[in-house]
């Protein structure tokens, strides 16, 4: 019960604060319907660090994973979002991770946070971040990642 309890606290907490950072950048954008911005409010960066920290030292893996999503979502939506505790925690998980996938999804996701120069643009990856199926961004970003190792051990 108390495992539920944290997950559904975790899930309202991350929704909450995604939701307002997208709400914001909404505004700062115009009516305009993309959701990558360049702009973010302190107050907005402090909530998103703090809820992505939050999800990613959940003990349950569901919650853990969904934060590694939202914080791809949050990159996308704010190319200039840079952390260097959500980097630690990353980290931290892709090598202490609870399972290969975890741990995999971890390294993609800190993969596209040091180095996003080597992904395909905001606007073509927020086509790709679907709520109902977020193993696809990862295999994107998955494809991404080998299709560099290949080319670079080639030339």
Known sequence: MKA????ITAAIFMA?????A?????AATNADSTVVTTSMSEETFDRLEAGLLFGMS????GVVESSLFNAIQIKVAYPEFTSKAVEAELSRIAKEGNGHSLRYKAYLTLNYYRTPSEFDS???LISLLDNSYQNGIFFHLQE?????QFTSKHN
């Open 22 to 26: 997208v709400e914001a950048s909404n």
């Open 4 to 7: 539920l309890k944290l997950v």
């Open 58 to 61: 959940s003990e349950v893996l």
């Open 144 to 148: 991404r990642v080998q299709s560099e």
């Open 16 to 20: 909450s604060a995604f939701i307002n």
């Open 122 to 124: 905001p606007e073509v």
